[in-house]
């Protein structure tokens, strides 16, 4: 894997955890003119992701197929960690634009009360879901670098045994 790989996946790495940090800890406890400003932080940062992306998919293709394989397999989980910061951020925004309706919902209501514990166990749920779909993803990269590796020890066994087989 080249320099210049490594240094796009390590700012990729912090850019994504970036992302994750201020849709897990800092928007849903912004006041409203805070996550305005969080939300345009996070399209900037999602824009220069993607630019990040793009520049990993220019520089993968100077490699040959089995290095090629592995950078692949990050790009794919890159993009889908994206895509999982995109979807997020959309809530984000939604829930944004909604705050204002819940604010004329009396307190003590409890239909809204409800509401929002239904709203609290869909958000744990999909956390779930998307940690498990990480570990789905890694599970299949790290089956893909264990087959990629098994095909080469199994050509050079029988590299090896074609020159035993020459040699009698």
Not at 40 to 61: C, K, N, V, Y
Not at 109 to 126: A, C, F, G
């Amino acid at each position: 894997m080249s320099d210049q790989f490594t240094r796009y996946e390590e700012d990729l790495i912090g850019f994504i955890k970036s992302c994750k940090t201020i849709l897990a800890d800092k928007i849903p406890i912004a006041q409203a003119d805070e996550r305005k400003s969080l939300i345009r932080q996070l399209r900037q940062t999602t824009d220069d992701i993607s630019r990040i992306i793009e520049d990993m998919e220019i520089e993968m293709r100077k490699f040959g197929p089995n290095s090629r394989a592995s950078m692949n397999n990050k790009l794919k989980q890159y993009k889908l960690d994206v895509e999982i910061i995109q979807k997020e951020m959309k809530k984000a925004v939604d829930v944004s634009s909604n705050f204002r309706n819940y604010q004329s919902i009396n307190q003590n209501d409890p239909e809204r009360n409800k509401l929002l514990q239904i709203h609290s166990s869909l958000m744990n749920t999909n956390d779930t879901i998307v940690r498990s779909t990480q570990i789905a993803i890694e599970t299949e990269q790290l089956g893909n670098n264990v087959l990629t590796e098994l095909n080469e020890q199994g050509e050079r066994l029988r590299n090896a045994n074609d020159q035993v087989k020459l040699r009698k």
